[in-house]
């Protein structure tokens, strides 16, 4: 079934630890985005990318970094995981950048960070 | 500052009809999303409204008023599994999307 594709699925990760999240889309889309969600609040964006080969920071970028070497896979990579950074991350993607473009979202991420 | 408000929660009986309200303050207005999001799933795409006036589309309908700031999503002969969290976004004038923390649907029997 063609759609976004997250891993892994849950984790539990010690503080100060490296990790990344992998996100990877069979449908050609050439905007993806990561999101965290957290109770009471709405998603937040961490960073996106337009097109392959480009990245931008969104709301909340600090601590977290991203690659788009190729259309299909859009890693995101925390460099040294904090307690804060426990949250549900969700992978986007939509066909383009646009004000009326809907978005495909992975299955998500569940990180705990002690 | 940038603003989407949806009540927390809501309850509903199966098969009535419910309205779950989103009122926004955003720096500009390019269009205004509706998700519905399960729980422990992802969001998934219900609507868009850019104009004004009401958007039919099975059960489910998405209403805007862009001089009142205003939007509702009416759901129509609930069923069990229409229990969900609805999810309110607005794109703003730099075409960022902007996130309401979401409506808690209980839907009972």
């Known amino acids: 079934i063609a759609g976004i594709t997250q891993a892994p699925t849950s984790q539990i990760l010690a503080a100060g630890r490296r990790m990344t999240l992998r996100c990877t889309q069979d449908?050609?889309?050439?905007?993806m985005y990561w999101y965290r969600q957290d109770l009471g609040l709405g998603l937040r964006l961490i960073h996106y990318?337009?097109?392959?080969?480009?990245?931008g920071k969104g709301e909340v970028p600090d601590g977290y970094s991203v690659s788009r070497a190729n259309t299909d896979d859009f890693p995101l990579t925390l460099a040294s995981a904090v307690p804060s950074q426990t949250s549900v991350y969700f992978c986007?993607?939509?066909?383009?950048?646009?004000?009326?473009?809907?978005?495909?979202f992975g299955s998500g991420t569940q990180l705990s960070v002690l | 500052g940038q603003n989407i408000d949806q009540p927390t929660e809501m309850t509903a009986t199966e098969g009535a009809i419910v309205q779950i309200n989103c009122t926004y303050q955003?720096?500009?207005?390019?269009?205004l999303f509706w998700y519905q999001q399960h729980a422990g799933e992802a969001p998934t795409f219900l609507s868009y409204?850019?104009l004004d006036g009401l958007e039919e589309k099975g059960r489910f309908s998405s209403f805007l008023s862009r001089s009142k700031g205003y939007s509702y999503l009416l759901l129509k002969e609930l069923q069990m599994k229409d229990s969900a969290s609805y999810l309110c976004?607005?794109?703003?004038?730099?075409?960022?999307?902007?996130w309401g923390a979401g409506t808690k649907l209980i839907i009972k029997p």
């Open positions: 986007a993607s939509s066909v383009k950048t646009g004000p009326n473009e809907k978005l495909f």
């Open positions: 449908m050609r889309h050439n905007a």
């Open positions: 990318s337009n097109t392959a080969g480009t990245t």
């Open positions: 955003t720096s500009g207005f390019n269009g």
């Open positions: 409204n850019v």
């Open positions: 976004a607005v794109t703003d004038s730099n075409y960022q999307l902007i």
